[in-house]
């Protein structure tokens, strides 16, 4: 059973935020990116507590993401890059992301710093990311 639901149209959606945000992190942090998308729409907390699909968390207002702003962001993508956010919709989830609702780049060589909108739960190449605090309870 998938963690959650999607149409073609969404997959293709969170593929191209996917794309935007981490593609030079390759494979597996474009798919940590994925995986901070998916766990918005199961957040029953904060500003993603009212998120019920992919298309709204994508372009969600305040607290959306800054790739959809990138011209990569309306490019095509490829099978692969659907096929990686078909996976991060279905099953998939691993550390720093597992329970992730936020995550940044602060540039190369910067310090992630322990809290944006949560806590720090770890870095992966250049992308930070950070769980909900401990108080909060997301359902995830």
Same mark, same amino acid.
């Given at each position: 059973?998938? %963690?959650?639901?999607?149409?073609?149209? &969404?997959?293709?959606?969170?593929? %191209? @935020?996917?794309?935007? &945000? *981490?593609? =030079?992190?390759g494979?597996? #942090?474009?798919? @940590?990116?994925?995986?901070? #998308?998916v766990? %918005?729409?199961?957040?029953? +907390?904060?500003?993603?507590?009212?998120?019920t699909s992919?298309?709204?968390?994508?372009?969600?207002?305040?607290? =959306?993401?800054?790739?959809?702003?990138?011209?990569?962001?309306n &490019?095509p993508? $490829?099978?692969?890059?659907r096929k990686?956010?078909?996976?991060?919709?279905?099953?998939?989830?691993?550390? !720093? *992301? $597992?329970r992730? @609702?936020?995550?940044?780049? !602060? #540039?190369a =060589?910067?310090p992630? =710093?322990?809290?944006?909108?949560?806590?720090?739960?770890? %870095?992966?190449?250049?992308? +930070?990311?950070?769980? !909900?605090?401990? &108080?909060?309870? +997301? #359902?995830?």
């Amino acid at each position: 059973m998938p %963690r959650i639901k999607s149409t073609t149209a &969404e997959v293709t959606l969170l593929a %191209r @935020l996917m794309k935007s &945000e *981490a593609l =030079g992190e390759g494979r597996f #942090g474009m798919m @940590l990116v994925g995986n901070v #998308g998916v766990n %918005r729409v199961i957040a029953s +907390c904060g500003l993603h507590r009212n998120l019920t699909s992919i298309k709204q968390m994508v372009y969600q207002d305040p607290g =959306g993401f800054e790739g959809v702003n990138t011209p990569l962001f309306n &490019e095509p993508v $490829t099978s692969l890059h659907r096929k990686l956010a078909k996976r991060t919709i279905d099953f998939w989830k691993a550390h !720093p *992301a $597992t329970r992730a @609702l936020y995550f940044r780049n !602060p #540039g190369a =060589g910067n310090p992630c =710093g322990e809290e944006f909108f949560g806590v720090f739960a770890g %870095r992966f190449k250049s992308h +930070c990311f950070y769980d !909900p605090y401990p &108080e909060e309870e +997301c #359902g995830l």
